[in-house]
């Protein structure tokens, strides 16, 4: 089944580029690997061979997407979908949860992790049982905590592994 999604982002004199949510295949994977954080960003967010890694070791509970824009490969997002019974569901519960996004250092600051997490929230909206999605993040990383509380996440007042706990509950974004 092929997942496509997309959005345009608008630039000052230039061209809109085309969002898109793209499926990881043989013929990307080693370019969403070597997509990398700014050198400062790499103590605050793990690399994408290590979120692929997760990816594979969760696999049944993993959906991956290379985040693409025009003809460039910009970034990677991975969720975390914790059926009911799982250890990680919350009140027994299918619980979505953000466990990566990262954006190329070269392609940052250009709208792309925005509209990429506009099609994330889109798209978990029409999945059964979607109310909220949580993420986490480490405390000193307040690039990280801005953009999320922009785009409607609250701190749910946990710590958990050492990171801040945030949830948007979809009402808030209608």
């Known amino acids: 089944m092929l997942f496509w999604v997309e959005r345009s982002v608008s630039f ?59 003809h460039d490969m910009v970034g990677l997002v991975m969720l975390f979908i914790a059926e009911p019974e799982h250890i990680y569901a919350i009140d027994g519960r299918v619980t979505y949860y953000l466990w990566h996004l990262m954006i190329d250092g070269k392609y940052q600051s250009k709208g792309y992790g925005s509209e990429a997490i506009k099609l994330v929230i889109d798209h978990i909206q029409k999945l059964p049982d979607s109310r909220d999605i949580y993420l986490m993040y480490k405390p000193d990383n307040d690039s990280a905590g801005s953009f999320y509380r922009k785009h409607g996440f609250v701190p749910t007042g946990e710590i958990r592994d050492g990171e801040v706990v945030v949830r948007l509950t979809f009402s808030q974004t209608t």
């Open 12 to 70: 000052i004199n230039m061209e809109p580029q085309k969002v898109r949510l793209c499926e990881l295949t043989q013929d990307n994977v080693a370019d969403v690997v070597a997509l990398k954080v700014l050198p400062d960003q790499t103590q605050l967010i793990d690399d994408n061979a290590y979120a692929l890694s997760e990816a594979y070791v969760h696999r049944k509970n993993a959906w991956v997407r290379a985040i693409c824009a025009g």
